[in-house]
């Protein structure tokens, strides 16, 4: 049964067969191979010739997956092929890259399990060291980003993300939303960082954009204007309604400082509930919402303004958006709340980026998502001193 397993897994192809197997010393199985053909596959182009020169004086070995629990290694002697393209070559096997010292199928078990564990866990599971598992996921990654970033983009994403202690510690990440995919990281938040990934995409592929969302950083919109320059950006609707409950949190706050005794009272313990949108609010804390906004006039038309700023995402149109938006400001004339102000400011000035969500509808959800996913494993490593290190495991734990 083992033989045939075996058989199936190392010698898919004709031309190799089991020779024996037997324990060594540490109790590990070892398999030996040999060839059944005068004829080998050349390494470097793959041509098949008819005879091999000479079978090489030390036989290779190579880690395969665990039978039963035990640690399982192939032995095989390799030849030499006289390439007519190639000169002298080591003969290609069918269950092993060239110069490697695992199977194709341990790979696989590795890269796997990095996937839902640390690298500390994947080599206590599998008796290796880090760096031979950290190799194996770069020259994953090398070989799999480069072929995603090769297709073509259309709609991406930009955001940073803070993955550590310190206020340096950021990467960039570039989203695809068509794919739905992690295209490009970078080391920093910076306009420059933006840069190098379209100096890696080339003007030609960066002229086929269609959209960019981001949030209000002026570092990223300077590096779009300036590479692509035709798409259009579109700041992500959850930055803006998180700008707003800033603004009305800051009215929370000086309320909660002018006033003082039972009314500071009353305010004190509403930040959230103030926040969050009322028909999201469970019916028995509306009742505490509604005393609130009774006793304080102030904090009422924040709260007011707030929930009908929200009817601003529900128009299909530019011009529509764009009026919305103006009689919205119209209403803070007299209200004197001067955070929600500032916010009427700051609409004003990035408002291309803003009406463009009523043509394009689209947000950085799916890439706030995956920010998640970073901290998570920066967590889960309990850090990594390298970046490189933590943006080799998020392509890997991120691709498909």
């Not at 290796?128 to 480069?146: G, S």
């Not at 072929?147 to 994403?157: A, K, N, Q, T, V």
């Not at 043509?359 to 799916?366: G, L």
């Amino acid at each position: 049964m083992l033989d045939e397993i075996l058989t199936r897994q190392l010698c898919p192809a004709k031309g190799w067969r089991i020779a024996g197997g037997d324990r060594d010393l540490n109790g590990a199985m070892v398999i030996r191979l040999e060839p059944t053909r005068q004829s080998a596959a050349c390494s470097g182009c793959g041509a098949v010739r008819r005879r091999a020169l000479d079978t090489k004086d030390k036989a290779r070995r190579w880690r395969h997956l665990d039978a039963w629990g035990v640690q399982t290694f192939i032995i095989a002697p390799l030849r030499r092929v006289q390439c007519r393209r190639c000169g002298v070559r080591v003969e290609a096997v069918p269950w092993a890259r060239l110069g490697a010292r695992f199977t194709h199928h341990f790979e696989t078990e590795v890269l796997a399990r990095a996937r839902d564990t640390s690298i500390h866990g994947v080599c206590r599971q599998l008796a290796l060291h880090w760096t031979t598992v950290m190799r194996l996921i770069r020259r994953w990654v090398e070989e799999c980003a480069e072929e995603s970033f090769r297709r073509p983009l259309r709609r991406i994403g930009v955001d940073e993300v803070n993955y550590g202690r310190g206020q340096d510690k950021y990467l960039t990440i570039v989203w695809d939303h068509d794919r739905g995919r992690v295209v490009w990281i970078g080391e920093g938040r910076e306009r420059e960082t933006l840069g190098r990934f379209f100096a890696k995409l080339g003007p030609r592929r960066a002229r086929l954009l269609v959209c960019v969302t981001m949030d209000m950083a002026q570092g990223y919109i300077s590096a779009a204007t300036e590479h692509a320059p035709q798409a259009d950006i579109v700041f992500d609707r959850f930055h803006i309604e998180r700008y707003l409950t800033w603004a009305v949190d800051e009215v929370r706050k000086q309320e909660f400082w002018r006033k003082g005794g039972t009314p500071r009272a009353v305010i004190r313990g509403k930040k959230f509930l103030l926040l969050k949108k009322r028909r999201r609010l469970h019916w028995r804390r509306r009742r505490d919402l509604d005393e609130l906004l009774a006793l304080n006039r102030r904090l009422s038309r924040a709260y007011i303004l707030k929930e009908q700023f929200d009817h601003v995402w529900s128009y299909t149109t530019e011009r529509g958006m764009w009026t919305a938006i103006w009689v919205w400001r119209k209403m803070l004339r007299w209200t004197r709340l001067a955070p929600l102000v500032g916010f009427g400011n700051m609409l004003e000035r990035h408002m291309a980026g803003v009406l463009a969500w009523a043509r394009h509808r689209i947000t950085n959800a799916a890439l706030e998502g995956n920010n998640s996913r970073v901290r998570g494993l920066s967590q889960r490593a309990r850090g990594y001193r390298n970046p490189l290190n933590l943006m080799a495991v998020l392509y890997h734990v991120c691709s498909r």
